[in-house]
């Protein structure tokens, strides 16, 4: 098995609790990085439209193209099953990407009166809410980074929804009792519905 992260490898913030929700500790997996020892001018975001956000080996963010990621991608070698650390919506019949995996879990879904979608940045909530627009008739979008030291008190006035999606792999199962102190919804992070995907198959 193997996990593609957009930003560097090793992921030691997703992947041992990836594993965890699983629930075979003994799974055999190697760990790769789309940008791992490569020049940050050649993967920089486009424009607004075009950023990814993921993490640096160091703990810091890494900003990252839509379209570079999405080139890297067609052109991977693969040996093992691969697992995409990304949300965001990628075509590839070679790998088990997290969108489709999500919409999936949405679609199966009664269609939902008031739902939020928390992404990493400001500049994502745009493409966010067109991706998740036919989930909710009241769909909102804010943006709350997994990558900063932030877990405390927020703005947002979460109480009457009845969802809260965190978009973005780099949210774990802390975040997720995080938001469900500020809501009397469900919360549920895309690393969860992931990680009991991968459970059903792997098990």
């Given amino acids: ?77 693969l040996n093992d099953l691969g697992i995409l650390l990304c949300t965001d919506d990628f075509e590839s019949d070679r790998l088990i990407l997290p969108y489709r995996v999500v919409r999936s879990f949405f679609k199966a879904l009664p269609k939902l009166d008031k739902m939020t979608v928390v992404v990493p940045e400001e500049d994502q909530r745009e493409n966010a809410i067109k991706r998740w627009d036919n989930i909710s008739n009241r769909l909102s979008c804010i943006a709350f980074s997994p990558y900063k030291p932030q877990m405390k008190a927020t703005s947002f006035d979460l109480r009457d929804e009845q969802l809260v999606y965190l978009d973005c792999i780099g949210f774990s199962l802390q975040h997720e009792k995080f938001f469900k102190d500020l809501t009397k919804g469900i919360v549920i992070s895309a690393r969860r519905i992931l990680g009991n995907y991968l459970r059903c198959l792997i098990s």
């Avoid at 594993?19 to 001018?41: A, F, P, Q, T, W």
């Fill in 1 to 77: 098995m193997l996990f593609i992260t957009i930003g560097e490898s090793p992921r030691d913030d997703v992947v041992p609790e990836l594993i965890d929700i699983i629930g075979k500790r003994n799974i055999s997996y190697r760990e790769i990085g789309l940008i791992d020892n490569v020049d940050s001018r050649l993967y920089t975001p486009l424009n607004s439209q075009d950023i990814l956000v993921s993490r640096k080996r160091d703990g810091s963010i890494a900003y990252v193209s839509h379209k570079w990621v999405s080139e890297r991608l067609a052109n991977l070698k």
